[in-house]
């Protein structure tokens, strides 16, 4: 859970939870998968921001 700041964007939402917004990450916020420049719209108190992180592999 991350403490809610005024003017906060969906990225600093993310980095301020210690993640990163790099490549091979996925976020969905109130359920819509968002672009790369989306990340940077205002969110709201109750936002729920869900993050994936992609791995490949075999």
Known sequence: MVEFES???VADAIRSAGLSTDQGTIVMVDRKVLSKEELF???END???KV???V???
Do not use: A, K
């Open 56 to 58: 490949s592999g075999g």
């Open 47 to 49: 936002t729920d921001i």
């Open 52 to 54: 994936m992180i992609l």
């Open 7 to 9: 003017g906060m964007t």
């Open 41 to 43: 719209q205002v969110v």
